[in-house]
T-cell receptor
């Protein structure tokens, strides 16, 4: 079945440093979604990318979808303590338009 | 999460007990999903409802897991004869109306099986 892998598993940064997490799928994705889960919380939807090569920005967050629609990245510029949490990517493969497969996530901690 | 409530928030069960977890979505949502999130992992799909119809239960780990949504609104996930490996957070989610995307998660039920 479809597998979604994320690296790194953990990332610790100093406040103000940049952060990037990478997501790779074993199959071509129809779309990729990113979620953030604060410690003790539930996943919260951030964004969805649909087009090959798409880039979207949300303030200090930049999301990219690869040309082959099998990989994606999330980059945070100048991290803040409020960025702490686990970032998950999730995708639908061509075989299912409703079943989301999540990666294991990248846990980001920020030292103030 | 906005539009989805779950109860109980925490449940401790002795191994072998049956448990029932409730999801109450905002009214009018056709689609409803259940996920299981083990510690340090991403959510994993369990089952999907469209109104009262359970269209996909391929993610249910065993026949001890059963989900229903009899009136197309509130859903219950039941686990019979709980085992330690069932310990996880069980999340209910609804997608943005008209799509299967942008899932809005409830706060989850943390199940601990002793």
């Amino acid at each position: 079945g479809q597998q979604v892998m994320q690296i790194p598993q953990y990332q610790h940064v100093q406040e103000g440093e940049d952060f990037t997490t990478y997501c790779n799928s074993s199959t071509t994705l129809s779309n990729i979604q990113w979620y953030k889960q604060r410690p003790g919380g539930h996943p919260v939807f951030l964004i969805q990318l649909v087009k090959s090569g798409e880039v979207k920005k949300q303030k200090r967050l930049t999301f990219q979808f690869g040309e082959a629609k099998k990989n994606s990245s999330l980059h945070i510029t100048a991290t803040q303590t409020t960025d702490v949490g686990t970032y998950f990517c999730a995708g639908h493969s061509g075989g299912s338009n409703y079943k989301l497969t999540f990666g294991k996530g990248t846990l980001l901690t920020v030292n103030p | 999460g906005a539009g989805v409530s779950q109860s109980p928030r925490y449940k401790v069960a002795k191994r072998g007990q049956d448990v029932a977890l409730r999801c109450d979505p905002i009214s009018g949502h056709v689609s409803l999903f259940w996920y299981q999130q083990a510690l340090g992992q991403g959510p994993e799909f369990l089952t999907y409802f469209q109104n009262e119809a359970q269209l996909d239960k391929s993610g249910l780990p065993s026949d001890r897991f059963f989900a229903e949504r009899p009136e197309g609104s509130v859903s219950t996930l039941k686990i019979q004869r709980t085992q330690q490996e069932d310990s996880a957070v069980y999340l209910c989610a609804i997608p943005r109306r008209g799509t299967y995307n942008e899932q809005f998660f409830g706060p989850g039920t943390r199940l601990t099986v002793l």
